[in-house]
């Protein structure tokens, strides 16, 4: 497909109440105009479209959200660079944007550097950077047990999210709380530590165009029974949860 074919796509799934969404974020769009097509949509669409180094590169230079996020889903991680990810990171202009650019199964998470860059980005004195640092940690999380970095990465993270979460802008917060998650959910030792932070922090409070939103309770995610039990946390006699220090 060529980047016209693409835009004739997106066009055609256009949605008028997500256009309404996005006219409604101001600034927030940061010059890119949407189609209003929601990211579950978007990923059928980009799994239809296939990997497409060429075409997410042409795609990436249009001023259409849609299609940006199509280019994210659609590049081949195997050829993507650390100076294209760095130039990217500074074209970054809305938070869901960066979502898909870092997290959220990015494909950026599945290059050979991801975790040196979010190690590096997380140290970044750019917020860009450090949000996008942490969701490519919470990335890291989700590998196996033969690909992901050690408890002792992880730990020594856990513990910079608690010296540094109450100086951090509301996307990094919301970045830090994905990670903490994540690496809470590896094993009972990481558990205990993300959580130890989570509950300190408190629900993390977000900025929302609806307005509906709740604030993001890590905590609650770190102590379901299921994840508690699958982790070795409980026996037969221990069924104290989060809920119950409420």
């Known amino acids: 497909m060529q980047t016209a074919d693409v835009l004739k796509l997106l066009e055609a799934e256009s949605d008028e109440r997500g256009i309404a969404h996005w006219d409604n ?15 579950t949509k978007l990923r059928k669409l980009a799994k239809q479209i296939g990997r497409d180094r060429e075409l997410a590169q042409e795609l990436w230079r249009t001023d259409v959200y849609d ?3 199509i280019a994210l889903l659609i590049d081949d991680p195997k050829q993507i660079t ?22 959220c199964d ?31 940690l919470y990335e890291t999380s989700k590998f196996s047990a033969k690909k992901a970095p050690s408890d002792e990465f992880f730990l020594e993270h856990v513990a910079l999210i608690a010296q540094t979460f109450n100086d951090q802008p509301e996307g990094v917060r919301m970045a830090m709380g994905l990670a903490l998650m994540g690496i809470g959910k590896r094993n009972a030792v990481l558990n ?39 982790l070795g946390i409980l026996n037969n006699n221990d069924s104290t949860l989060y809920n119950a220090t409420l």
């Open 82 to 103: 650390c100076e294209q990810a760095e130039q990217q990171v500074d074209q970054l202009h809305s938070g869901m944007l960066a979502h898909v650019f870092s997290s």
């Open 192 to 230: 205990e530590a993300a959580l130890n932070v989570a509950q300190t922090v408190g629900p993390i409070e977000f900025t929302s165009a609806s307005g509906t939103c709740e604030p993001f309770d890590v905590a609650r995610h770190l102590t379901t029974e299921r994840l508690r039990t699958k």
């Open 106 to 136: 990015a494909t950026l998470a599945k290059t050979p550097f991801a975790i040196d860059l979010a190690d590096q980005w997380i140290r970044h004195g750019d917020r860009a950077r450090r949000g996008s640092g942490y969701g490519l």
């Open 25 to 39: 974020l101001g600034e927030r769009r940061g010059g890119l105009r949407s189609f209003g097509i929601g990211l």
């Open 67 to 69: 299609a940006r996020i």
